[in-house]
């Protein structure tokens, strides 16, 4: 049969991964309809402030290269990062801060009206670009007014307030299209596409207060999860070690203040609630320094959350609460100056200024390097990807890919800062031309040329799910439910990790699944109904976090973000691998399945920066 | 600042309003004072338990939010009287402000209402197209680097570029209304940060000729409420200024040049 219209795409999300995307296959001339839970202007990837990674030409002429801001990657991530795909990345990147710069970033600039650069983790060299205090703000808007200028040309067709709820797969197993909600008038349909990209970001709402946005649920992720597609290692989540802990949430406090001279302490009487500046010096316990005479507060950002989380639990925190201070008061006025700008945010949100009053901070979920399972077609050499090849970061369901943080890709065992927005844009724009290449070469069976009753029988499914939930008449509520499953698995997988305590995690998380099921909703009308939205994301990220406490259970040692204290060291021998889950609808149980990860550019070698430190600071002490 | 064991209770008025074009109404909810909330913190606890002050159960308030750290534009209200971001309004102050009473919020009134608080702003982007809010780059192929730019040439740019379109300077302007024409400040400042791009610029007299339509420029009547209420502190009087001056001096080329 012959084709009946042009063959179309859909991207879910409008972060800097989907935005990206959009821009890269509107401009192989294919029409996208790109669906989004918010205007894409205030997708999440806005909350960005330090910068994004790139060797350009300073930072070359410094000794710095493409391969070394690689070899940095693969180690920050333990080597669990497949080589060629980060090859790629980090080789592509100084042409996409070009092509930013082209589109009009207003990069922060030298005397000479070059491009500013700055220091990041996990490098020696200055190879960030940054723009202002607001990197992710400024990118993310120079691609959503490159958007804007293919939606006016009639090749980008936005569904803002839309949520995506179901994958359609055809008989064959191939994703042609989707199920999405209209969040105003409830309206539930389906779309098809000839490809689907998922580029929904992180998860951090299973973790309750993280430093994500209020749609960072992994909602959409658990759905692709639950129709077929698995995930990629999905017990590696970064917790942030600087934070400040909100009723709403946690918002990100830069390293910087440290960086400038800040000291962690905490009260040596567990409980004290005088307030910080009647405590005196002596009765102040400078713990990182104590422990860590060498590097003192600046230890690397594992050590300092996993040692803050100690002392709280120790009972340690402020008014034995989990907090603990970093004090700036005593810095100079010069250095208060320059940390000005952070300094703003603490005191927009708490109404303290940390000039005067040390800041309050507690370790936060900040990103996720799981997520969607994806595959690549590796050159020869193994340098880099076969530019252009259709499955280059397509997941196991032929025509349904995954860009940016909800990919798994890219970060291995932890990520380094400032490379998740190169990551996001790289996979926009270079997969986005695989998707173009899969529709136009692979696609046989078109989905205009699908029967109605296929998509009509998934709008069901979801029409049905939807009013089961309007329906239910339990006692329990849909928010209770996620304040609690946030409580435990902060508590239980996040920053230190043992088995009993997991086992205990996986039977609460298990329960919830139970009380879920007896849940009433308080809205049930169908116009704008939120805590539907709501409440079926918390069953989506149950089953998630299952996958998560799976995974953080089998992995038996320590790697990246991933601490063990029953299994403290690395072992290459047995996990040196991706954990891959895959979910039985039938059954509702979890498969895991580990497969190697291929190393055939750079061998793995011991991640010492941490190790030397203690081991440095062990002689010391 | 009010101490703790003062303040026991907090009490919300909320507007109400289940469409665009039912009655509005107001629902007042009590909730346990504790230090350090925010406006949306509360919307949270109402959300899990809505009922009212008067043990009512009602449905949860809808309202539009997402970054929570007053960078995304979205949960944008009118809180005591004052437009603002409600995920960076915190209790604390506004009890001070008010020496403890009841915290009001009601929906932007320059935008249609969807549903409580949440309001409909497409018009903002809907003027982002009409003045070609963009770049007119020749593609994503690698062409080299972007324009210099001078340190000062970027800080002004920067300082346009932070507009996060949540709409406080509309809802603060006498000129923009629920149902006229006007562009509104906002608007008018990303004309301007799209002209000071040298490849942007290629499309200055197209954005000029929106900003001299009616409803352009010339209907703003300079009395700067806008720039008083922009959380961002967006140069908005130097951008109506700036664009002010360009169309007057595109009128004169049509003038004489025919062009
Ligand atoms: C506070 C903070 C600071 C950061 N700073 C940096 C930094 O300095 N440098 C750096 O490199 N990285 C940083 N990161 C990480 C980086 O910001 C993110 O990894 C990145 O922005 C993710 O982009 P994305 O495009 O994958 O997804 P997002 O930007 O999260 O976008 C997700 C999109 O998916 C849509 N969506 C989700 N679910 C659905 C659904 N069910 N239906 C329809 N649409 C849906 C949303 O509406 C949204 O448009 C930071 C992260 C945080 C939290
Ligand atoms: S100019 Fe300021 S007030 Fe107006 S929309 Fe932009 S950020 Fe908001
Ligand atoms: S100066 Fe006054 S009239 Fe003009 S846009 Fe601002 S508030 Fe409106
Ligand atoms: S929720 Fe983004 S500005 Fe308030």
């Given at each position: 049969m012959a084709p009946s219209s042009k063959p179309r795409t859909i991207i879910i999300g409008g972060g800097l991964a989907g935005l990206a995307a959009a821009v890269r296959i509107a401009e192989a001339g294919m029409p996208v309809d790109l669906f989004s839970m918010v205007p894409v202007k205030r997708s999440h990837s806005v909350c960005a402030q330090g910068g994004i990674n790139a060797a350009n030409k300073v930072a070359r002429q410094q000794g710095y290269s493409e391969y070394m801001h690689f070899d940095e990657t693969l180690y920050g991530g333990d080597f669990l990062n497949h080589q060629p795909p980060v090859y790629d990345m980090a080789y592509w990147a100084p042409r996409i801060i070009d092509l930013l710069d082209r589109m009009g970033v207003p990069f922060n600039r030298t005397p000479e009206g070059e491009r500013d650069l700055r220091m990041f983790g996990g490098s020696l060299y200055k190879r960030t670009h940054f723009s202002g205090a607001t990197t992710g703000q400024q990118l993310l808007y120079a691609l959503d007014e490159q958007t804007r200028r293919w939606e006016a040309e009639g090749l980008v067709t936005k569904y803002e307030f839309w949520e995506f709820l179901w994958p359609v797969l055809d008989e064959q197993g191939e994703c042609k299209g989707i199920v999405a909600q209209d969040m105003r008038t409830m309206e539930i349909r389906a779309f098809r596409a000839d490809a689907v990209v998922m580029a929904t970001g992180g998860n951090g709402l299973i973790f309750g207060k993280s430093t994500n946005s209020v749609i960072c649920t992994g909602g959409a992720a658990a759905r692709c999860y639950q129709a077929g597609a698995w995930l990629g290692n999905p017990e590696f989540i970064q917790v942030h070690p600087t934070a400040i802990p909100g009723e709403d949430k946690c918002r990100l406090m830069s390293e910087s203040a440290r960086g400038e001279g800040g000291r962690v302490w905490v009260p040596r009487k567990t409980g004290d609630t005088r307030r910080p500046n009647e405590i005196p010096e002596n009765e102040r316990w400078y713990f990182l320094e104590e422990k860590y005479p060498a590097y003192g507060n600046l230890v690397p950002r594992d050590i300092a959350t996993r040692e803050i989380f100690w002392k709280c639990q120790e009972g340690y925190g402020i008014g034995g609460g989990r907090m603990v201070y970093l004090d700036c008061t005593h810095l100079p006025d010069a250095t208060k100056n320059k940390l000005a700008g952070i300094f703003e945010i603490y005191e927009k949100f708490t109404g303290d200024d940390p000039r005067h009053m040390a800041m309050k901070i507690f370790p936060a979920v900040h990103y996720?390097?799981?997520g969607l399972y994806t595959v690549y077609t590796a050159r020869d050499d193994y340098k880099g990807m076969v530019e252009g090849a259709p499955n280059n970061m397509m997941t196991n369901i032929p025509g349904l890919y995954a860009f940016g943080e909800v990919n798994y890709q890219y970060h291995g065992g932890t990520r380094l800062g400032a490379n998740a927005l190169l990551s996001c844009i790289f996979d926009g724009l270079f997969c986005g031309l695989s998707v173009a290449n899969h529709v136009n070469d692979n696609v046989k069976n078109r989905a205009d040329d699908l029967p109605e009753a296929v998509f009509d029988g998934y709008v069901k499914q979801e029409q049905d799910k939807a009013q089961a939930l309007i329906d239910a008449d339990g006692e329990d509520n849909p928010y209770t439910i996620g304040r609690e499953m946030g409580n435990v698995m902060t508590d239980r997988c996040t920053v230190v990790r043992e088995a009993e305590g997991l086992a205990k995690c996986l039977e609460e998380v298990r329960n919830l699944q139970q009380r879920f099921k007896k849940i009433r909703l308080s809205d049930t009308g169908m116009w704008t109904n939120q805590t539907l939205s709501y409440a079926r994301a918390v069953w989506d990220m149950l089953l998630y976090a299952e996958a998560i406490v799976l995974g953080a259970d089998a992995r038996k040692e320590s790697r990246g973000s991933h601490y063990r204290t029953d299994y403290l060291e690395r072992d290459d021998a047995n996990f040196l691998k991706t954990t891959i889950a895959r979910f039985d609808p039938a059954t509702g149980e979890h498969a895991l399945e580990f497969e190697d990860v291929p190393t055939p550019l750079v061998p793995p070698r011991a991640r010492t920066y941490g190790q030397t430190e203690q081991a440095a600071a062990g002689a010391k002490a | 600042m009010i101490a703790p064991g003062e303040q026991k209770t907090i009490t919300f008025r909320i507007r109400r309003?289940?469409?665009?074009?039912a009655q509005p109404y107001w629902e007042v909810f009590e909730l346990p004072y504790r230090l350090n909330l925010n406006v949306i913190s509360c919307l949270q606890q109402i959300a899990e338990n809505p009922v009212t002050k008067e043990g009512r159960q009602t449905t949860p308030v809808v309202w539009d939010c997402n970054c929570l750290e007053e960078i995304c534009g979205a949960c944008t209200m009118v809180i005591n009287g004052t437009v603002q971001q409600s995920c960076s309004a915190l209790v604390d102050k506004l009890l001070e402000e008010t020496g403890g009473g009841d915290i009001v919020l009601e929906p932007m009134s320059k935008f249609p209402v969807v549903r409580d608080l949440w309001v409909d702003r497409t018009r903002m982007f809907e003027n982002l197209k009409r003045i070609n809010g963009w770049v007119p780059i020749d593609g994503t192929h690698d062409l080299g680097e972007g324009p210099k730019e001078s340190p000062e040439q970027q800080e002004l740019r920067y300082g346009l570029s932070r507009c996060m379109t949540c709409g406080c300077c509309l809802e603060a302007c006498p000129q923009f209304l629920l149902d006229n024409d006007f562009i509104g400040a906002s608007t008018i400042g990303q004309a301007l940060y799209f002209n000071e791009h040298k490849t942007g610029a290629v499309l200055a007299d197209e954005r000029l000729d929106v900003m001299m339509e009616p409803g352009g420029v010339n209907d703003c009547g300079n009395a700067q409420n806008c720039v008083k209420v922009c959380p961002k502190e967006v140069p908005l009087t130097l951008a109506i200024a700036k664009i002010g001056r360009q169309t007057t001096k595109r009128a004169f080329r049509y003038f004489f040049a025919g062009r």
């Amino acid at each position: 049969m012959a084709p009946s219209s042009k063959p179309r795409t859909i991207i879910i999300g409008g972060g800097l991964a989907g935005l990206a995307a959009a821009v890269r296959i509107a401009e192989a001339g294919m029409p996208v309809d790109l669906f989004s839970m918010v205007p894409v202007k205030r997708s999440h990837s806005v909350c960005a402030q330090g910068g994004i990674n790139a060797a350009n030409k300073v930072a070359r002429q410094q000794g710095y290269s493409e391969y070394m801001h690689f070899d940095e990657t693969l180690y920050g991530g333990d080597f669990l990062n497949h080589q060629p795909p980060v090859y790629d990345m980090a080789y592509w990147a100084p042409r996409i801060i070009d092509l930013l710069d082209r589109m009009g970033v207003p990069f922060n600039r030298t005397p000479e009206g070059e491009r500013d650069l700055r220091m990041f983790g996990g490098s020696l060299y200055k190879r960030t670009h940054f723009s202002g205090a607001t990197t992710g703000q400024q990118l993310l808007y120079a691609l959503d007014e490159q958007t804007r200028r293919w939606e006016a040309e009639g090749l980008v067709t936005k569904y803002e307030f839309w949520e995506f709820l179901w994958p359609v797969l055809d008989e064959q197993g191939e994703c042609k299209g989707i199920v999405a909600q209209d969040m105003r008038t409830m309206e539930i349909r389906a779309f098809r596409a000839d490809a689907v990209v998922m580029a929904t970001g992180g998860n951090g709402l299973i973790f309750g207060k993280s430093t994500n946005s209020v749609i960072c649920t992994g909602g959409a992720a658990a759905r692709c999860y639950q129709a077929g597609a698995w995930l990629g290692n999905p017990e590696f989540i970064q917790v942030h070690p600087t934070a400040i802990p909100g009723e709403d949430k946690c918002r990100l406090m830069s390293e910087s203040a440290r960086g400038e001279g800040g000291r962690v302490w905490v009260p040596r009487k567990t409980g004290d609630t005088r307030r910080p500046n009647e405590i005196p010096e002596n009765e102040r316990w400078y713990f990182l320094e104590e422990k860590y005479p060498a590097y003192g507060n600046l230890v690397p950002r594992d050590i300092a959350t996993r040692e803050i989380f100690w002392k709280c639990q120790e009972g340690y925190g402020i008014g034995g609460g989990r907090m603990v201070y970093l004090d700036c008061t005593h810095l100079p006025d010069a250095t208060k100056n320059k940390l000005a700008g952070i300094f703003e945010i603490y005191e927009k949100f708490t109404g303290d200024d940390p000039r005067h009053m040390a800041m309050k901070i507690f370790p936060a979920v900040h990103y996720t390097m799981g997520g969607l399972y994806t595959v690549y077609t590796a050159r020869d050499d193994y340098k880099g990807m076969v530019e252009g090849a259709p499955n280059n970061m397509m997941t196991n369901i032929p025509g349904l890919y995954a860009f940016g943080e909800v990919n798994y890709q890219y970060h291995g065992g932890t990520r380094l800062g400032a490379n998740a927005l190169l990551s996001c844009i790289f996979d926009g724009l270079f997969c986005g031309l695989s998707v173009a290449n899969h529709v136009n070469d692979n696609v046989k069976n078109r989905a205009d040329d699908l029967p109605e009753a296929v998509f009509d029988g998934y709008v069901k499914q979801e029409q049905d799910k939807a009013q089961a939930l309007i329906d239910a008449d339990g006692e329990d509520n849909p928010y209770t439910i996620g304040r609690e499953m946030g409580n435990v698995m902060t508590d239980r997988c996040t920053v230190v990790r043992e088995a009993e305590g997991l086992a205990k995690c996986l039977e609460e998380v298990r329960n919830l699944q139970q009380r879920f099921k007896k849940i009433r909703l308080s809205d049930t009308g169908m116009w704008t109904n939120q805590t539907l939205s709501y409440a079926r994301a918390v069953w989506d990220m149950l089953l998630y976090a299952e996958a998560i406490v799976l995974g953080a259970d089998a992995r038996k040692e320590s790697r990246g973000s991933h601490y063990r204290t029953d299994y403290l060291e690395r072992d290459d021998a047995n996990f040196l691998k991706t954990t891959i889950a895959r979910f039985d609808p039938a059954t509702g149980e979890h498969a895991l399945e580990f497969e190697d990860v291929p190393t055939p550019l750079v061998p793995p070698r011991a991640r010492t920066y941490g190790q030397t430190e203690q081991a440095a600071a062990g002689a010391k002490a | 600042m009010i101490a703790p064991g003062e303040q026991k209770t907090i009490t919300f008025r909320i507007r109400r309003q289940d469409k665009q074009d039912a009655q509005p109404y107001w629902e007042v909810f009590e909730l346990p004072y504790r230090l350090n909330l925010n406006v949306i913190s509360c919307l949270q606890q109402i959300a899990e338990n809505p009922v009212t002050k008067e043990g009512r159960q009602t449905t949860p308030v809808v309202w539009d939010c997402n970054c929570l750290e007053e960078i995304c534009g979205a949960c944008t209200m009118v809180i005591n009287g004052t437009v603002q971001q409600s995920c960076s309004a915190l209790v604390d102050k506004l009890l001070e402000e008010t020496g403890g009473g009841d915290i009001v919020l009601e929906p932007m009134s320059k935008f249609p209402v969807v549903r409580d608080l949440w309001v409909d702003r497409t018009r903002m982007f809907e003027n982002l197209k009409r003045i070609n809010g963009w770049v007119p780059i020749d593609g994503t192929h690698d062409l080299g680097e972007g324009p210099k730019e001078s340190p000062e040439q970027q800080e002004l740019r920067y300082g346009l570029s932070r507009c996060m379109t949540c709409g406080c300077c509309l809802e603060a302007c006498p000129q923009f209304l629920l149902d006229n024409d006007f562009i509104g400040a906002s608007t008018i400042g990303q004309a301007l940060y799209f002209n000071e791009h040298k490849t942007g610029a290629v499309l200055a007299d197209e954005r000029l000729d929106v900003m001299m339509e009616p409803g352009g420029v010339n209907d703003c009547g300079n009395a700067q409420n806008c720039v008083k209420v922009c959380p961002k502190e967006v140069p908005l009087t130097l951008a109506i200024a700036k664009i002010g001056r360009q169309t007057t001096k595109r009128a004169f080329r049509y003038f004489f040049a025919g062009r």
